[in-house]
């Protein structure tokens, strides 16, 4: 697609304008120089082109202030050809990155004649081995014409013994250093001198107010510590160095200086410094338990244990199952072990190496403690809950989480309290659950003196759909209502979001350590006197209900739990999994949460699943935040081509944030990420303020206005097109994006989607009125002939014992096991009119087990709820074929009617 100057030019202050935007506006000015190279353009075009990308240009390394002058310099000089084979050699070495390996690609001239030490990398291109390339942001108060000599000091220091190679990138402001923070996703370290000004030399409108946004929620002392600060809360992962010139001593010990990981007096040696950069990127880059498995394939090891794949010999020697062995290849096999010694660490009681790896996943996660989990972010959930709950505890389930919470309740023996998400009755999806209905349910426990008994809370963050809670409010609420609740959030899919700036204060961890900080504030008391002096000291329910609640920041007890399938957004083999713990009571928890490793952590754990974990935590603190920033980027690329689409859009689309999050919950006024006057600071308020978000890597594609299910529609994308898709519903196809894909994947997608809009459009075209009508019966069908959700309707008085009357929570554990006894149970199937006569005459039919169809995949019934007439009708309506928890042939499995009455027991006798 051509871009010669007929596009609005991208501004860096574009939301999410990032990597690829970069390849863009490079390619763009190829095709500027070739084009005033042929007639067909000017200098004059080439040259504005150039001097509007300079000043982001100027926050990366490559091409960097040498490169970019000698580009200037040879326009300037009437050099057509030679401006555009130079433009050109960047724009391959900035989309192959192969400058970070090739002394040439520094050099302006192609021949190599001009390299002098002073532009040069010097040991680029010269090592034997692989050293991996990062860049430095120094903030300097020294003048810009002095940076090219500063650059060329640092590059003296590096010494070929190095396990890494970095370039320095120089900015002048507190405004630039928060720049090239949000737009350089090379950066490992940053170097703060003292003396510089706030303010960019250039111009940033929109960025402008949200550094001053973000430096008014850091002014902390000094522009220095300001600025170490900011950073930390862009870029957690960064090392920050701090070289000042007066009282080194009293800074180094002031608590605000603890974002920095070490202060350097300025005037010392420079060498000090490049070792402590190298040595804090080596300390990201140690893979513990990696390394040492490496190792441990390496020896010549005898096994007489009872993993005879190990080593590999009973493969490679088979004539029968040696392909398996070239396939995977012997390192796999090597690497192989049941060995929880001798190099290697136990899962189950880690002492050594996996403990280490586990500890520097916790720093990554922003958590205390972490667990690793190789069997899924379902054993993690159940893990959890069996560790924080015990029997009779309640916990307030959405009743749409993922079935692992369930199960975890039926394993613990707590009581569910659910509440419901909102629903999105038109495409056959939740949203998620309003804040309101869970302080409701609180204050009904409290209305009835049982709010000692509820002890968690747990939600799912994102929902499979993007649905992002404002964790933060949710957690404070709840906590103004309890202050020693437990939240369990699900991150599954949500690990990766640590890694952005604007959903990190979304996911667990980022809001408990906002709330941290929040607790330490001594302003927090009076923030919360205040507000107890408004709601009077009996506030009613409506008020509590419709108030912010600020919780007493001397009684909350900070108490956060998350899981993540490190496997569903980040490198992890599959079933990685990570339990990330903030909780100041871990101590009162941590032998209940042995016990839950030791019932759900298999004794034979994968060698290869941990070494992933630990692996991919490596990738995310060194180059998560570029990567997260792509799938972000790929993401937004193709909701915007099928909007744009001439031809896809007549039966396709994306759901926006404003069709997907109802308006009562984005007050911020944010409509859609595509909306063209959504900027960083739109999105940063909206994730800020609103009820609920959308993450946008999440993408509901309609297809039922192209007259597929999506059932049909996910068989149709991988059988033909090979397009592997995530979940589906009645009438749309989920689309996620993440760290792995590329702007080729975004192509592939959209010319599948064109050729299938062409199919749809000709079949439309040439099959005349019968063809059309049908067509429209079946769009009409998939998109407003959608059945009701049903809610949950209520556990059976038989598990509901020793339940209030205002909430819905049930002994789930004994309807679970009621299932056990054959007897007392009975089969009705569907489409029989007993289920009817029933619904209308009773006796109630309960459900003796979990029904889950897929899609939608959550539970319809649970053990022991009253089947409803809503249920059945959604039951029925339904058109998939896996229903887990249901036999068509056999039906409904219930819980008998006299088997219950056993179990309420006698009615109460009557007063006389
Ligand atoms: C919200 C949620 N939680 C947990 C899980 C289970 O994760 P895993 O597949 O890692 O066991 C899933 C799986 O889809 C999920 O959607």
Same mark, same amino acid.
């Given at each position: 697609m051509s871009q010669r100057g007929d596009r609005a030019p991208v501004r860096i202050d574009q939301f999410f304008a990032g990597l690829g935007a970069r390849g863009d506006q490079w390619r763009n000015l190829v095709e500027l120089a070739e084009a005033w190279c042929d007639g067909s353009g000017s200098r004059a075009s080439f040259e504005a082109a150039l001097a509007e990308i300079t000043p982001t240009e100027e926050f990366h390394a490559y091409p960097g202030l040498h490169l970019l002058t000698a580009l200037r310099d040879q326009a300037a000089a009437n050099e057509a050809r030679a401006t555009a084979t130079l433009v050109r050699r960047i724009t391959r070495a900035l989309l192959t990155r192969s400058f970070r390996q090739h002394a040439t690609d520094w050099d302006a001239h192609e021949d190599g004649e001009a390299a002098t030490a002073d532009v040069l990398p010097p040991s680029l291109g010269r090592s034997e081995a692989h050293q991996p390339y990062f860049e430095v942001l120094v903030v300097t108060g020294a003048p810009a014409a002095r940076w090219l000599a500063l650059a060329a000091e640092w590059r003296r220091l590096r010494r070929s013994q190095d396990a890494f190679i970095y370039e320095p990138v120089f900015v002048g402001s507190f405004e630039d250093a928060f720049c090239a923070a949000i737009l350089n996703?090379? %950066?490992?370290a940053a170097i703060i001198h003292e003396g510089f000004p706030f303010r960019s030399r250039r111009d940033a409108p929109i960025l402008r107010p949200l550094a001053e946004a973000v430096r008014k929620r850091e002014r902390v002392g000094g522009m220095p510590l300001d600025l170490a600060q900011t950073l930390k809360r862009v870029r957690p992962e960064l090392d920050l160095y701090l070289l000042a010139n007066g009282d080194v001593e009293a800074l180094a010990g002031s608590?605000?200086?603890?974002? %920095?990981?070490r202060v350097f007096y300025a005037v010392e040696e420079l060498l000090e410094l490049h070792l402590a950069i190298l040595e804090g990127v080596q300390d990201r880059y140690d893979t513990p338990f990696f390394d040492n498995l490496k190792k441990y394939a390496q020896r010549p090891i005898g096994t007489f244990h009872a993993l005879p794949i190990a080593r590999g010999k009973s493969v490679f020697k088979s004539d029968w199952i040696r392909d398996m062995g070239e396939f995977y290849g012997p390192t796999l096999f090597l690497a192989e072990?049941?060995?929880?010694t001798g190099g290697l660490d136990s899962l189950l009681e880690p002492t050594g190496n996996i403990k280490k790896a586990q500890e520097m996943a916790a720093r990554a996660f922003g958590a205390d403690h972490v667990f690793f989990v190789t069997n899924g972010t379902s054993t993690s959930n159940k893990m959890a809950v069996q560790a924080l709950l015990a029997p009779g505890d309640i916990a307030i389930v959405d009743r749409n989480c993922h079935k692992s919470h369930h199960y975890g309740m039926v394993l613990s023996g707590a009581q569910p309290l659910y509440v419901e998400a909102f629903p999105m009755t038109e495409y056959s999806m939740y949203g998620a659950v309003p804040l309101r209905t869970i302080k409701q349910a609180l204050l009904n426990l409290k209305a009835e003196g049982?709010?000692?008994?509820?002890k968690m809370v747990d939600l799912t963050n994102c929902t499979f759909d993007g649905h992002i809670y404002n964790t933060r409010r949710v957690m404070e609420e709840c906590l103004a209502i309890k202050p020693d609740l437990i939240f369990l959030w699900d991150e599954a899919w949500f690990g990766f979001a640590r890694f952005s700036p604007f959903l990190r204060p979304r996911t667990a961890m980022g809001a408990a350590s906002d709330i941290e900080t929040w607790i330490k504030d001594p302003r927090s008391v009076a923030e919360y006197e205040k507000q107890q002096a408004e709601l009077g000291a009996k506030p009613s329910t409506e008020l509590l209900l419709s108030t912010r609640l600020i919780p007493d920041p001397r009684k909350v007890k900070l108490r956060v739990y998350q899981t993540n399938s490190t496997h569903k957004s980040m490198s992890a083999l599959r079933q990685g999994s990570m339990l990330l713990v903030k909780d100041v009571e871990f101590h009162s928890v941590e032998a209940q949460f042995h016990e839950a490793v030791f019932t759900h952590a298999s004794t034979s754990p994968n060698q290869q699943l941990i070494a992933s974990l630990d692996v991919a935590r490596r990738q995310m603190e060194l180059e998560g935040y570029g990567l997260v920033h792509n799938a972000i980027e790929v993401a937004l690329a193709i909701r915007q081509a099928v909007k744009e689409h001439p031809l896809i859009s007549k039966y396709f689309h994306v759901l926006g944030a404003d069709q997907m999050v109802p308006g009562e919950y984005r007050h911020s006024g944010f409509t859609d990420y595509l909306d063209p006057k959504s900027n960083w600071a739109v999105v940063r308020r909206s994730m800020h303020e609103d009820e609920f978000c959308l993450d946008p890597t999440r993408m509901t594609l309609v297809c039922g206005t192209a007259g597929f299910d999506g059932t049909q529609f996910k068989g149709l994308l991988a059988n033909r097109y090979n397009v592997q898709l995530n979940k589906t519903s009645r009438n749309s196809v989920l689309l996620q994006s993440n760290i792995n894909n590329t702007r080729s994947d975004v192509a592939h997608l959209i010319r599948v989607l064109v050729e299938i809009s062409m199919e749809i459009d000709q079949r439309l075209a040439q099959g005349g009125a019968n063809v059309r009508s049908a067509f429209n019966a079946r769009v009409k069908s998939l998109m407003t002939d959608v059945p009701d959700l049903p809610n949950f309707s209520h556990f059976h008085a038989a598990f509901r014992k020793d339940a209030g009357k205002r909430t819905n929570e049930g002994d789930i554990r004994s309807g679970f096991y009621a299932a056990y006894d054959a007897e007392g149970c009975e089969y009705i199937r569907l489409a029989d009119p007993e289920i009817d006569r029933r619904l209308k005459h009773g006796p109630d039919l309960v459900s003796a087990n979990f029904v889950i169809p897929y899609p939608p995949g959550f539970p319809i019934m649970v053990p022991g709820q009253v089947i409803t007439q809503e249920t059945i009708d959604f039951m029925r309506k339904l058109d998939v074929k896996e229903i887990h928890g249901y036999d068509a042939a056999e039906g409904l499995k219930l819980v008998r009617a006299d088997a219950l009455a056993k179990r309420v027991g006698p009615a109460p006798k009557r007063a006389a």
């Open positions: 996703p090379d %950066l490992a608590p605000e200086a603890r974002a %920095l990981r072990s049941s060995a929880t049982r709010l000692q008994r509820a």
